[in-house]
Every structure is written in structure tokens, then in C-alpha cells.
């Protein structure tokens, strides 16, 4: 599976962005997916994450009620609406698939898509 996470930008506090995560190779619906971060001089963390059958999400305490976690299984992507971003949102965003939502059970990674917000 090749993934690649695109939508990343430069955006004000209090904005939104929405992240997308495009698949090829393999249908996402066959993987937990998950979304995770590294900001500058800081380790890989856990944002959101979806299960296989699509029917639970889980965030970090940080993003939650902020941030939503979604995929279209027909355009075989994954998604991450990020609404009322903070200074410290601002990270490299990574998705990934894999057989459950830690980061150590990840098959897969793409290529990760740099948000800045500014204060």
C-alpha cells in the first residue's frame, strides 16, 4: 500500500484545514487507520484514528472535539478535518495504515504534509 498525505499548509489560529490521505496498491477498508504528528524537536504522536469497520474514531485528548476523522472507501482515502487549529497544532502530519492504532502496529506511512498555524 502507498499512501500519501497531502493538504497541509500555512494557515491563522482559530482556521481549519482538512487533510486528506490517498491510497493505492490496496483498499484502506482492509486496515485501521490512524493519523499522527511530529512537531519540531518532538516525538511522533497519536491524533485520531479509525478501526477497521469505520464504526469507531479516537483522538487525542488534545484535538478532540477539533479535529474528525473520516474515509470515503470509495475514493479509497482518509481524511482529517481540522477545525479551530492552534499554534500548537503545528506539526508534520503522517497517515498510516496498519492492524490497530498504535504506532508500533503501523504497516504503512506516507509521506507526511507540514501544517503551520501561526498565532
Known amino acids: 500500500v502507498q499512501l500519501q498525505a497531502f493538504g497541509g499548509g500555512l494557515v491563522q489560529a482559530g482556521d481549519s484545514l482538512r487533510l486528506s490521505c490517498a491510497a493505492s496498491g490496496r483498499t484502506l477498508s482492509s486496515y485501521t487507520m490512524g493519523w499522527f504528528r511530529q512537531a519540531p524537536g518532538k516525538e511522533r504522536e497519536f491524533v485520531a484514528g479509525?478501526?477497521?469497520?469505520?464504526?469507531?474514531?479516537y483522538y487525542a485528548d488534545s484535538v478532540k472535539g477539533r479535529f474528525t476523522i473520516s474515509s470515503d472507501n470509495a475514493k479509497n482515502t482518509l481524511y482529517l478535518q481540522m477545525n479551530s487549529l492552534k499554534p500548537e497544532d503545528t506539526a508534520v502530519y503522517y497517515c498510516?495504515?496498519?492492524?490497530?492504532?498504535?504506532?508500533?502496529?503501523?504497516?504503512?506511512w506516507g509521506k507526511g504534509t507540514l501544517v503551520t498555524v501561526s498565532s
Open positions: 498510516a495504515a496498519g492492524a490497530t492504532m498504535y504506532e508500533d502496529d503501523m504497516y504503512y
Open positions: 479509525i478501526n477497521k469497520s469505520r464504526i469507531r474514531t
